[in-house]
C-alpha cells in the first residue's frame, strides 16, 4: 500500500507547515548526503526558512561557501550572456529567488548600518548636550562672580542733598 499523492500548495495551518517544512529539509539534507555517496559527488545545499533562518550541507572537502562562489561566478557569466527576453518561467521565476535573496541581504546590512549610525548620533548628542550644559554652567557662574566683585565708582563719593 503506496502514499496517496499530495496536492502541492501552501500549507495553511502554520504549526502543520512547520512540522512538513523541518520533515522535508532533514529528508532533503539526508538524500544529499546519499547522492554524495552514491555518486562520488560533491553537494551543496541552502535552504532558507520562512523566517530567513539558514540551513545548509556540504558533501566533501571544500566548504559551502567555495562552491556557492564557484556556482554564483558560473550564474554570472551565464546571466551575461542571456538576455532576460530568453528565459522562460522557472528560469525567471529562480531568478526572481536570487534577487530576493540578495536584497533581503542588503536590507538587512543596510538596516544595522543604519542603526549603529542612530546610536553614535545618539551618543554624539548627549555628549554635545552635556557640553552645552557646562558650559552655560561656567558662563552663568563667571557673569555672577563679575557682578558680585565689582564696585561702583560712587561707593566712596558722599551722597549730596539736590535742592
Known sequence: MGRGKVELKLIDNKLRRQVTFSKRRSGLIKKA????VLCGVEVGLVIFSAKGRLYE???GESSLRAGANRSQKMIQSGREAQDLDNLD???LTQLEK?????LRQTRSRKTQL???TLTALIETEKQLKEEKRLMENESTSSANNTNNNS???NDNVPATKLH
Open 33 to 36: 548526503r546519499e547522492l554524495s
Open 57 to 59: 550541507f556540504c558533501s
Open 89 to 91: 518561467v522557472p528560469e
Open 98 to 102: 536570487e534577487l530576493d535573496a540578495l
Open 114 to 116: 543604519m542603526m549603529e
Open 151 to 153: 564696585c561702583s565708582s
